[in-house]
């Protein structure tokens, strides 16, 4: 009866005054799913990150959109109340992003929180995501995972943000720029030791998908003797780091004193923390006792 009921609302007529936040596919255009396609074709409007990409899709489902404008990084701002305006007046909107699911690194949650304080709304059509896509396929621990989006460009700030995530756990998800995915390796591979194992996912369920599994040594041997270009989108998938006992293997006041270098005081008593089992905020006037000192 559940069941029959949740498929009853699904194939309803799409309701006025909703925002509908859409997942599109990100490369192969069959993983559209039924209920996002149904969507597309019936709300007042699709605002798109790239209208020229969205368009693709329609004429693939055939769909002839009432409208389709652009909302993307440079125009959110000032669309944004337009957009919530219409909504208020009863016309139901679909926001999608270039690929995959919106919001994920992409434009859009300015719309959201803006139709959320006006008490519109919001309805998830969730489908494809590069993050979960790559994640399922890549051998790693997936219990527990945290996404970090794109490294800083400027390579003294990228090796700063790895250092902070150096003793993280979890299995770490970034978006890379095949530009720069050799430079990422080589970093992971000074701060994050050689040993880590890592993933890279390229084009995701698109014509030249791949997939590349090993250590960062291995991987950063495989990227080293590529002769073609790297194209196409990626997502990198690092190891967390083992879980292990630093109390007597580590000199605790040499741990504080390289972490405080590169870290604030409270982030590097929590890793400390994590590492040592002592408890975070003896560690924290600790390393304000050494920095006054």
Do not use: W
Request: net charge positive; proline share 4%; charged share 25%.
């Amino acid at each position: 009866m559940l069941i029959e009921k949740a498929i009853d609302q699904q194939t309803s007529k799409t309701s006025p005054g909703l925002l509908y936040v859409v997942a599109t596919p990100i490369g192969n255009l069959e993983d559209i799913t039924f209920r996002a396609a149904r969507i597309l074709g019936e709300v007042d409007v699709i605002a798109a990150e790239d209208t020229r990409r969205t368009r693709v899709l329609l004429r693939h489902l055939s769909i002839a959109p009432r409208q389709l404008i652009s909302l993307h990084e440079h125009n959110e701002a000032r669309q944004v109340a337009k957009l919530v305006r219409r909504i208020t007046n009863g016309e139901s909107i679909a926001l999608v992003s270039d690929a995959g699911t919106p919001l994920i690194s992409d434009p859009g949650y300015r719309l959201v929180r803006a139709a959320s304080a006006q008490s519109i709304k919001v309805v998830s059509v969730p489908g494809p995501s590069s993050v979960t896509a790559a994640l399922s396929v890549s051998g790693l621990a997936t219990d527990r995972f945290v996404f970090e989006g794109f490294l800083p460009q400027r390579a003294s700030a990228r090796c700063e943000r790895l250092k902070q995530l150096v003793y993280e756990p979890r299995t770490l998800i970034f978006f890379e720029s095949p530009r720069r995915i050799k430079d990422v390796i080589q970093d992971m591979e000074k701060i994050c030791s050689g040993d880590r194992q890592a993933v890279i996912c390229r084009e995701m369920t698109k014509i030249f998908e791949s997939v590349i599994r090993g250590t960062l040594n291995e991987i950063s041997t495989i990227l080293g003797e590529q002769k073609e270009t790297i194209k196409g989108e990626i997502v990198l998938l690092l190891d967390g780091a083992e879980k292990f006992d630093c109390a007597s293997s580590v000199d605790e006041d040499l741990l504080l004193t390289l972490l405080s270098e590169s870290l604030p005081p409270r982030r590097a008593s929590e890793i400390a923390a994590r590492l040592t089992g002592k408890r975070k905020n003896d560690l924290y006037q600790k390393i304000l006792l050494q920095n006054f000192k």
